[in-house]
């Protein structure tokens, strides 16, 4: 798949002009009379390049370029001033040519513009940016933005993989300490002994095992941030701790002799109904207070649907399918589920269908939406393949005619999975979404097929 440029002029003869000169050089050309077309598509589709005359009726190529600053633009002129000019460059345009211009200086515009663009898409993000263009989304950015400003506590609520750590991220990013540390700790995944030395760090003997002095998470943070992720996983006696941290800003180290003073900003995460769970006797009252000074609730993805887009996008470049790209069939197809696993979700369905697709075109067939893998972890073998259900749906969403059946694409994509993760099945089984077991059974079913045998 080569290059997408977007070209907005509303001069039809020099639009025309542009277009072929792009398709000349190997690049994929979307040509629109005015902004509004323009932006439309980039919000529907992206883009890696856009070229965008600087006057244009309702929507001009400077107003544009705001509302798409991620983008590198090319911008054009016949009646450019100087103050034009370096507004363009301020604001973030890649380069500004002046009508006439002569395509054989164009061309080579365009590609640097195109490798500085990659050298950035591959390049983790240090500033913790979200990729979204949801209006809701953008406001809560903003929000937080804000609020990164200051000091208070921030609980964010949200259903599981909607990016609640990303968020965290993107507050310290965004904060006065985001020279200083930022360090997660993950309340769930520790039992209650470890986790408890784990923020709050221990001294030499404090315990068998202990042979050294060990510093906790939130001395680990001083100066930054620590978020606490799924803090209603904390249990009631460490509450009570981490409410004495908060307010009087010192930890005991376990078998401490004496509090440290720390300076923190604390993130803290849940999926979970923390009024429910105050009111079960599960979560200290006092404690959510001290938490919940600004309170952020994330979206779910099946209320930003928009967002499908540019986050594919944003995942295919970073996990290195960046010439891989969703049909428009594939999106719509996209858009209808109901992503009860949100962005974590999307993202597993979207390199399953580029390992199928091998990186090119993803047509709704190579989605695989829960019909193939995910909703049969569990089911008996003669469930495996894909029911008449499932394939009146792919047939619905004009799936490409081909000779290889539903079956044969999950058995395609098992292999292709193993063989990415050099047969590593723990790998590949998360990848693919599935239990190992469930990956081991599918495997013997494969060999039993070959061997002539019937199932």
């Given at each position: 798949?080569?290059?997408?440029?977007?070209?907005?002029?509303?001069?039809?003869?020099?639009?025309s002009a542009l277009g072929e000169a792009m398709r000349s050089a190997g690049f994929n050309a979307a040509l629109f009379a005015n902004g509004e077309e323009a932006e439309r598509h980039l919000r529907q589709s992206g883009a890696d390049l856009v070229i965008s005359d600087m006057r244009m009726p309702v929507l001009g190529g400077l107003e544009l370029l705001k509302r798409f600053p991620n983008i590198p633009f090319i911008m054009i002129s016949a009646f450019a001033t100087v103050p034009e000019a370096v507004e363009a460059m301020k604001i973030g345009a890649y380069d500004f040519v002046v009508k006439p211009f002569s395509y054989r200086e164009l061309i080579p515009l365009v590609q640097a513009g195109l490798c500085r663009a990659s050298r950035e898409e591959e390049?983790?993000?240090?500033?913790?940016?979200?990729?979204?263009?949801?209006?809701?989304?953008?406001?809560?950015?903003?929000?937080?933005?804000?609020?990164?400003?200051?000091?208070?506590?921030?609980?964010?609520?949200?259903?599981?993989?909607?990016?609640?750590?990303?968020?965290?991220?993107?507050?310290?990013?965004?904060?006065?300490?985001?020279?200083?540390?930022?360090?997660?700790?993950?309340?769930?995944?520790?039992?209650?002994?470890?986790?408890?030395?784990?923020?709050?760090?221990?001294?030499?003997?404090?315990?068998?095992?202990?042979?050294?002095?060990?510093?906790?998470?939130?001395?680990?943070?001083?100066?930054?941030?620590?978020?606490?992720?799924?803090?209603?996983?904390?249990?009631?006696?460490?509450?009570?701790?981490?409410?004495?941290?908060?307010?009087?800003?010192?930890?005991?180290?376990?078998?401490?002799?004496?509090?440290?003073?720390?300076?923190?900003?604390?993130?803290?995460?849940?999926?979970?109904?923390?009024?429910?769970?105050?009111?079960?006797?599960?979560?200290?009252?006092?404690?959510?207070?001290?938490?919940?000074?600004?309170?952020?609730?994330?979206?779910?993805?099946?209320?930003?649907?928009?967002?499908?887009?540019?986050?594919?996008?944003?995942?295919?470049?970073?996990?290195?399918?960046?010439?891989?790209?969703?049909?428009?069939?594939?999106?719509?197809?996209?858009?209808?589920?109901?992503?009860?696993?949100?962005?974590?979700?999307?993202?597993?369905?979207?390199?399953?269908?580029?390992?199928?697709?091998?990186?090119?075109?993803?047509?709704?067939?190579?989605?695989?939406?829960?019909?193939?893998?995910?909703?049969?972890?569990?089911?008996?073998?003669?469930?495996?393949?894909?029911?008449?259900?499932?394939?009146?749906?792919?047939?619905?969403?004009?799936?490409?005619?081909?000779?290889?059946?539903?079956?044969?694409?999950?058995?395609?994509?098992?292999?292709?999975?193993?063989?990415?993760?050099?047969?590593?099945?723990?790998?590949?089984?998360?990848?693919?979404?599935?239990?190992?077991?469930?990956?081991?059974?599918?495997?013997?079913?494969?060999?039993?097929?070959?061997?002539?045998?019937?199932?």
């Open positions: 798949m080569h290059n997408r440029i977007v070209i907005a002029d509303d001069d039809p003869t020099m639009r390049t983790p993000d240090q500033d913790g940016d979200i990729v979204t263009a949801h209006p809701r989304m953008l406001a809560l950015l903003e929000f937080a933005r804000q609020v990164a400003k200051s000091h208070a506590s921030i609980l964010i609520q949200g259903e599981s993989g909607t990016g609640k750590e990303l968020l965290a991220h993107y507050i310290h990013a965004h904060s006065r300490r985001s020279s200083g540390p930022f360090v997660a700790v993950n309340c769930a995944a520790l039992p209650e002994g470890i986790l408890e030395s784990e923020l709050f760090g221990h001294e030499r003997g404090a315990f068998t095992g202990a042979i050294g002095s060990k510093p906790g998470k939130f001395e680990l943070a001083h100066t930054g941030t620590i978020l606490l992720d799924e803090i209603t996983e904390m249990p009631l006696a460490l509450q009570a701790k981490l409410l004495r941290v908060l307010q009087e800003r010192e930890v005991d180290r376990v078998g401490g002799k004496k509090p440290l003073p720390v300076d923190i900003r604390v993130i803290s995460t849940t999926n979970r109904d923390l009024r429910e769970m105050i009111r079960a006797g599960t979560f200290r009252e006092d404690l959510f207070y001290r938490l919940n000074v600004v309170p952020i609730r994330l979206f779910p993805l099946r209320e930003r649907l928009d967002d499908i887009a540019p986050l594919a996008r944003s995942f295919f470049i970073s996990q290195g399918y960046a010439q891989a790209e969703l049909t428009p069939e594939a999106l719509d197809h996209l858009k209808s589920n109901s992503w009860r696993g949100n962005v974590r979700e999307l993202f597993n369905v979207l390199e399953r269908a580029a390992i199928v697709a091998n990186g090119d075109a993803i047509e709704p067939a190579h989605l695989m939406l829960e019909d193939v893998i995910g909703s049969l972890e569990d089911a008996p073998p003669e469930r495996w393949a894909v029911g008449a259900q499932a394939r009146q749906e792919i047939a619905a969403a004009k799936a490409p005619a081909s000779s290889v059946s539903m079956r044969e694409m999950e058995e395609q994509l098992i292999f292709k999975t193993l063989k990415q993760v050099n047969d590593n099945r723990t790998r590949a089984a998360k990848m693919l979404g599935i239990s190992v077991r469930t990956l081991r059974n599918k495997l013997k079913q494969y060999r039993e097929k070959e061997c002539g045998e019937v199932f």
